[in-house]
Structure formats: structure tokens, C-alpha cells
């Protein structure tokens, strides 16, 4: 389909492993976003970009949590020596610009043993 | 700190029914949005509110922008069933980014 997806849909590691989630972007978006989502509950902002650079990292939890985006299109998340609490629904979203509807992939489920 | 609450936080109902759901802020917001998500999906945008005192009508739900743009309701009539899902509130403060309430789970019973 033409929607935005992720990889892989869900993820289980150990305690202290390096994790890389995926998403691909509707083709033309300019914007990308991920949210982490705990438990069913709201979503929590994490990183947002447009095209290749990221202008706000702001909701990022520690420096364990790093992004990046090439060819202003797939973007990787990637969560190190990952911690129980870092459990949780991670989801990618993009749109034509910031502002701009954002549509959601389905998500990432991760759980940390 | 920019905060959405949203109350209730659950909600079970037979069909039929009505219901209000109430996202509310002390923070002004220059535009607020409602998402619907369904169990292993992404939120879908349902609506966008801009001005305040804005009332939209979306078949049989009903959001409003309060007046002074820091709060919202969506009023759903005559439940159903296809209704259920997670209700999630967003609001956007001039050019930063979005901030998500805390989500109101909707069950409707046939």
C-alpha cells in the first residue's frame, strides 16, 4: 500500500541489547516523526525531521536513543543497551510538511525482557 | 509543561448511547486535533479545530474548541460498536510540535 510502514511490527531483546526499528515514509513526505506510546495511553513526541535534519530532538529519553534519516525518505530509530522501561509501542508518522496532517504507521511493539 | 488531560480515561457503554469526552489544558493552543486508534494501528486523524468556540460535525460526532482555545469535547450520539477505540486529543502551539492527551478507551456493547 501507499501508507507509512514499519519494521518490525514487533520485537522482543534481552536487557542491554541494541535494538533498530524502521519506517518508510509516504513517498513525498518531507516530514517525518516517532512517538513512543506506552500501554495504550497518549503518545509521546520524540524526534521529528524534515527531510534529512532534525530540527527538534528534543523528546529523545537519553542518549541511548538515536535517529536518522537518508535520502530524505526511511528513517531507523535505534534504541541502545535498551532497558526494560523502554517497553512500548514506537510509531512512525509522516507528513507533506511540519504542520501538515500527519498519517501513522502501525507501530513498532518493543518488549524488553 | 504543556499538558492534555482527558477524562474519562475509560469508558464502557451499551449501543446507543451517548457520550462526551473532555481533553483539557491550561495552555493555549492555536489549533487542536482528534485522533482515533484502533488496537494495532496508528492514530487516524478524525479532525482539526482552529478557532475558538469552532464547532465541527463529523456524521454522529461532534467536537468543540473552547473559547478561549485551551480545552475540548467530542460528543458522540448513538454509539455503535464500530465506535470503539482509543480517543486521543493533540493540540498544537503555534509552530511546535504536537502534544498528545492522555487518551480516553471507548467500548461500545452491542
Known amino acids: 500500500g501507499a501508507g507509512v510502514s514499519q519494521s518490525p511490527s514487533n520485537k522482543v531483546t534481552e536487557k542491554g541489547k541494541d535494538v533498530e526499528l524502521r519506517c518508510d515514509p509516504i513517498?513525498?513526505?518531507?516530514?517525518l516523526y516517532w512517538y513512543r506510546q506506552s500501554l495504550g495511553q497518549g503518545l509521546e513526541f520524540l524526534i521529528y525531521?524534515?527531510?534529512?535534519?532534525?530540527?527538534?530532538k528534543s523528546g529523545l529519553p537519553s542518549d541511548r536513543f538515536s535517529a536518522e534519516r537518508t535520502g530524505g525518505s526511511v528513517s531507523t530509530l535505534t534504541i541502545q543497551r535498551t532497558q526494560q522501561e523502554d517497553s512500548a509501542v514506537y510509531l512512525c508518522a509522516s507528513s507533506l510538511g511540519w504542520g501538515r496532517e500527519q498519517f501513522f504507521g502501525p507501530g513498532t511493539r518493543l518488549t524488553v525482557l | 509543561t504543556q499538558l492534555l488531560e482527558q477524562s474519562p480515561q475509560f469508558l464502557s457503554i451499551q449501543e446507543g448511547e451517548n457520550l462526551t469526552v473532555y481533553c483539557n489544558s491550561s495552555s493555549v493552543f492555536s489549533s487542536l486535533q482528534w485522533y482515533r486508534q484502533e488496537p494495532g494501528e496508528g492514530p487516524v486523524l478524525l479532525v482539526t479545530?482552529?478557532?475558538?468556540?469552532e464547532v465541527k460535525k463529523l456524521k454522529r460526532l461532534t467536537f468543540q474548541f473552547g473559547d478561549a482555545r485551551k480545552d475540548s469535547s467530542l460528543h458522540i450520539t448513538a454509539a455503535q460498536p464500530g465506535d470503539t477505540g482509543l480517543y486521543l486529543c493533540a493540540g498544537a502551539a503555534g509552530t511546535d510540535k504536537l502534544i498528545f492527551g492522555t487518551g480516553t478507551r471507548l467500548q461500545v456493547f452491542p
Open positions: 525531521f524534515q527531510g534529512n535534519s532534525a530540527p527538534d
Open positions: 479545530v482552529v478557532t475558538g468556540g
Open positions: 513517498s513525498g513526505h518531507t516530514a
